[in-house]
């Protein structure tokens, strides 16, 4: 046998992408449910909602209509208007539905374009983490080096504006910003976006903001898009999308806006990648954005009502440690090393209590091994009778 022969090889840039390690724990869950035994489910980051009817009935029309053919690469005008009027509805934004907006197969895609359009070998993606584990995946697969930085704790899981002046160099391309944030819930508010302005201010560093939580904010919170302060508009390059507030997850929806000098490369990519959304579920996306606004409403109080319940559970331990979120729709717990690691507690937790919960380690490899991301996407009689249980099973080992 000829020892060079390795068909299977992957290419290098895939080596460091590591597997989602929220998958793993889904699958176990799975497998354990296909044993007979029922499984709460706070692993899973989407809501637990059916798409509202006015978005399905809209959507089925425009198939039955006949909208089954490409459309353009940027997508369909009328939802770039419907997202270009949301945004300036939503932030007071301006963006030209001709060219500064592109529709996007969810956000997931816009990441990855992004990150493709402007980063290569040698370049710097800052990533604060923990964080979504697709804007690393996304870095390493365009060749670039994810810097990451750590959010504690003691900020609130917010930025540090001194670790972020720290970790930027000549070579930062990019510094990805997601409020409000996945998996802590943190919210960046406009005293901190205009000290991340000042920090950028004068670098090559574009910030991509992802924005998909936007709508899901509690306790009268605000979201503020960072495009939206001091100079960052010709910087920044939004990320959004309908999966999270919406309950449109499995539609493969998002958008992807800015400057069109930052918009234009992107693109550029999509042409050759994707070339254009699916077009009927963009007539879905119009729909959500200007007549559904009741339904998101509801959904996003029925989050507020569970992360109220969640809070006044987690009050009564001591065992975990986390900052009340004020958006997105997860916990994230700290706890003591004497627990053992992330992966071994979230096994333990599945294996003897049934409830599924993500290792911290899935968003932040290093800073993770002692946090677990609790997602209050599901009915919160599961939610409150989940969180007895993952208590149980810590005070248990304690
Ligand atoms: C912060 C963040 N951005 C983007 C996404 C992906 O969104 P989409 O399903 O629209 O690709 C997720 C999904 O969990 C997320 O948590």
Redesign the pocket.
């Not at 996007?104 to 990441?111: D, M």
């Given at each position: 046998m000829n020892a060079t022969i390795d068909i299977a090889r992957p290419a290098d840039r895939l080596s460091d992408v590591r597997p989602s390690a929220i998958r793993a724990i889904f699958d176990r869950a799975v497998q354990i449910e296909k044993a007979g035994h029922a499984v709460i489910h706070f692993e899973i980051?989407?809501p637990d909602f059916d798409t509202p009817e006015v978005i399905k009935d809209a959507t089925a029309k425009a198939l039955a209509d006949g909208l089954v053919h490409y459309g353009p690469n940027a997508g369909l005008p009328v939802l770039r208007a419907a997202i270009s009027e949301y945004l300036q509805r939503s932030q007071g934004l301006e963006y030209s539905a001709e060219d500064e907006v592109l529709v996007?197969?969810?956000?997931?895609?816009?990441?990855l374009l992004s990150i493709l359009a402007f980063c290569g070998p040698g370049d710097e993606v800052v990533i604060p983490v923990p964080?979504?584990p697709?804007y690393e995946a996304c870095a390493r697969l365009a060749g670039a080096t994810p810097v990451l930085l750590p959010l504690t704790l003691d900020t609130e899981y917010k930025v540090d504006p001194a670790a972020l002046r720290g970790a930027i160099t000549e070579k930062t391309r990019m510094v990805v910003l997601?409020t409000p944030?996945?998996?802590t819930g943190a919210v960046l508010d406009q005293a901190l976006l205009e000290e991340i302005a000042e920090i950028v201010r004068g670098t090559n560093a574009i910030i991509l903001s992802?924005e998909?939580?936007g709508e899901l904010v509690y306790g009268g919170t605000r979201h503020l898009s960072p495009a939206a302060v001091a100079d960052l508009k010709e910087r920044t390059l939004i990320?959004g999308?309908?999966?999270?507030s919406w309950a449109?997850?499995g539609w493969?929806?998002?958008w992807l806006a800015g400057p069109r000098d930052l918009v234009r490369p992107a693109l550029r990519v999509r042409q050759f990648t994707t070339t254009c959304p699916p077009t009927f579920p963009q007539i879905g996306g119009v729909a959500a954005l200007n007549s559904a606004d009741s339904e998101r409403e509801e959904m996003r109080q029925e989050f507020e009502s569970r992360r109220s319940a969640a809070l006044e559970i987690l009050a009564q331990q001591d065992i975990f440690s986390y900052a009340a979120p004020d958006g997105?729709f997860y916990l994230y717990l700290s706890f003591p090393e004497t627990l053992g690691t992330a992966h071994e507690l979230a096994l333990k937790i599945l294996e003897e209590q049934h409830v599924a919960v993500v290792p911290g380690t899935a968003f932040d490899i290093d800073g993770g091994s002692h946090s677990l991301r609790v997602s209050y996407a599901c009915g919160i009689d599961d939610l409150k009778e989940g969180l007895r249980r993952i208590i149980t099973a810590v005070s248990s080992q304690e």
């Open positions: 980051g989407r996007t197969i969810g956000a997931n895609e816009a990441v964080a979504w697709a997601c944030h996945n998996p992802d998909i939580y990320v999308g309908f999966a999270k449109m997850d493969r929806l998002g997105a």
